[in-house]
């Protein structure tokens, strides 16, 4: 057999070491290459950076939210008929604990007289059986006055529902001795400006032989020295008269000190 079988490609020993360097390499340069390409590359797997910024927010999103009812502004005002069914009809409907049912024109009649500001104030505040706002405290005044509308329009009466801006509310004034020393006392205590002092029997005869009313013009209007309404706007005609009767009262010994009154805003007596 020939020996040619058997013979090697590498002839030389130049040949063998360039074979040996080659064969380690190469492989290390595919490796560097392939170490380069997978660090270089964008991933994709699920770590932070394999989403957007929007994408990861979106993540983030919670499943639901909640919202509190009248965040967004206020409640819409029910209707006359809507609170009367609420809170008024299990009482009038029937008649129940003496209530007038609705639409009793002869139940209703005596009290449509009095007036839808009454009535309205009765059901606000309450009146005899009857609880304040027919038992339900949520309900604004404005309600009630149009629950009251609603029922008075049944029997016979031409009630106007109030709108959001007609709220009948109550107000009690200030006694004549709290006005006094929020404000006149500021002056009559000491006599400044030849404001007369409270307690002064002769500086006060004077003015009580002039009359209670006299008097008080001068104080809502402003008098010399004195502002109207002794500097405080707010201050009702009705409060102003307490004020002056309690100086009268307190100065001369004529009159006591006259108790507060309720009022509507402005000032009319109810």
Not at 15 to 36: D, E, M
Not at 106 to 122: E, M, T, Y
Request: glycine share 12%; with cysteine.
């Amino acid at each position: 057999m020939s020996d040619d079988q058997h013979t090697s490609p590498i002839k030389t020993p130049k040949q063998l070491i360039t074979v040996i360097v080659l064969a380690f390499v190469v492989p290390i340069i595919v490796i560097i290459l392939l170490v380069t390409y997978v660090v270089g590359s964008p991933t994709a797997g699920a770590g932070s950076d394999a989403m957007t910024p929007e994408a990861v927010a979106d993540r983030l999103r919670p499943v639901g939210t909640v919202a509190f009812a009248g965040a967004a502004g206020p409640r819409a005002l029910q209707s006359g008929e809507s609170v009367y069914k609420l809170s008024c009809a299990a009482c009038h409907a029937a008649g129940a604990a003496g209530a007038p049912k609705t639409g009793d024109r002869a139940a209703w009649g005596p009290r449509i007289k009095q007036g839808f500001d009454v009535l309205s104030k009765h059901a606000i505040d309450g009146f005899k059986a009857m609880p304040a706002k027919g038992g339900n405290a949520d309900l604004d005044p404005v309600e009630v006055g149009r629950a009251v509308a609603y029922i008075g329009n049944q029997a016979g009466a031409s009630f106007k529902e109030p709108d959001a801006s007609a709220a009948v509310k109550t107000v009690v004034a200030r006694s004549g001795e709290q006005i006094v020393q929020q404000t006149c006392g500021n002056c009559h205590t000491a006599g400044i400006g030849g404001a007369p002092k409270i307690g002064d029997r002769a500086a006060w005869s004077k003015r009580v032989s002039a009359g209670v009313d006299k008097v008080t013009a001068a104080a809502i209007n402003g008098h010399g020295m004195m502002p109207a309404r002794g500097g405080m706007a707010d201050l009702t005609d009705a409060e102003m008269k307490s004020a002056v009767l309690y100086m009268f009262g307190q100065g001369a010994g004529t009159a006591a000190a006259a108790p507060a009154v309720k009022t509507k805003p402005g000032g009319a007596k109810i």
